[in-house]
């Protein structure tokens, strides 16, 4: 596609952070390339196989990594190396953060979903991206039925984390885990999956609990800047990602549940005013366990300890506003056979 638009889409969008007019071309083998909008493309394929896939990348936008995993595959697929058997749809989430270097311009994107960007009265960029984020996804898997319907929102840390690779299994209601999603993402190296514990406004569950969608988000390491990110570490991810792309019938090869590290949120700590301050180090790792009765936390009267089992910290910023997640507390468990499909 010498010439075309989209000889670079990550650059084309970010120099329409906001918005970008809709157009589309054609793909070496037939395909359809439709760009919906800064970021977000959309591949239809000539004869698409069963599975219709979201990858979302740079929901926050210092997150470069996956950026760059989504920015080659793309890439791949434009320039007909690696040719694209299912409905594909790309998210680069937020441009204009990526231009800054930053997480988010006003607010973080990934608390927006499922309606949340048109509570209260606040409005900017950011709530609107998160609308219309909505509008695509929806879009993508209504145009057909039956299908498997897969998101996998890849993110970085900002922190170190005791397992460098994780992904957030968004809470199913009481419907039982994939096997199949397991698999993928422990082949693709992600091996410790930590089970949400109630409806979020993160992009994953509003795939997963609007449409029904096998949705995760998936932690692939620490936040390095654009250029400063190993490839090699993200590969097995890399791998299946062009495996699933590519291969109609693909399937990841069943691993033993006892392989993952399984994780449940036993408690939340919720900031309530500036008083608040963690009792442990800014720098400590995501992971890392307090022993029964630590006292974690405090916000004037309230404290938080860790209680009888154990207790290991994820996602620690006391930078959040008040009211908001200032860290999430979770216990090692196990996934019993009749909780998997
Ligand atoms: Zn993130």
């Known amino acids: 596609m010498n010439g075309s638009r989209l000889d670079d ?43 219709d896939l979201v990858l979302s990348c740079g929901i926050h936008g210092n997150e470069t990594a996956p950026i760059e995993l989504c920015a080659r595959l793309l890439n791949a697929i434009l320039s007909g190396r690696l040719p694209c058997r299912q409905r594909l749809l790309f998210i680069f989430g937020n441009p204009a953060a990526m231009n800054l270097g930053a997480r988010e311009v006003e607010e973080n994107l990934n608390r927006l979903f499922s309606g949340a960007h048109a509570r209260g009265d606040k409005t900017n960029k950011e709530r609107q991206r998160a609308a219309r984020l909505e509008q695509y996804v929806e879009r993508f898997y209504r145009s057909r039925e039956g299908t498997e319907r897969l998101h996998y929102d890849l993110h970085t840390a900002i922190r170190p984390s005791a397992y460098e690779k994780f992904a957030i299994y968004p809470f199913t ?13 422990c082949r693709a190296g992600v091996d410790t999956i930590l089970l949400a514990h ?107 300890f860790a209680h009888e089992q154990e207790e290991a910290v994820v996602f620690p910023n006391v930078r959040v506003a008040n009211q908001q997640r200032a860290a999430l507390m979770v216990m090692a468990t196990e996934l019993p056979p009749e909780m998997l499909a």
């Open 198 to 304: 109630g409806p979020t406004t993160t992009f994953s569950y509003f795939s997963a609990h609007v449409f029904g969608a096998h949705a995760f988000t998936v932690e692939l390491g620490k936040v390095m800047p654009f250029g400063q990110n190993d490839a090699s570490r993200f590969a097995a991810m890399e791998r299946n990602l062009e495996q699933l792309i590519g291969e109609p019938d693909w399937q990841p090869a069943p691993v033993d549940i006892k392989q993952i590290r399984v994780f449940r949120v036993c408690q939340e700590i919720v900031k309530q005013s500036e008083q608040f301050c963690f009792h442990f180090s800014e720098k400590v790792a995501n992971f890392h366990a307090f022993p029964p009765g630590t006292l974690l936390a405090e916000d004037g009267e309230r404290q938080w």
């Open 173 to 185: 209601h009481g419907a039982p885990y994939s096997r199949n999603q397991l698999a993928f993402l």
């Open 9 to 51: 889409f990550l650059t084309l969008s970010r120099s329409h952070p906001w918005e970008l007019a809709p157009f589309s071309e054609s793909l070496p083998d037939g395909g359809q390339v439709q760009v919906w909008d800064t970021g977000v493309l959309c591949i239809e394929p000539v004869a698409p196989a069963g599975r």
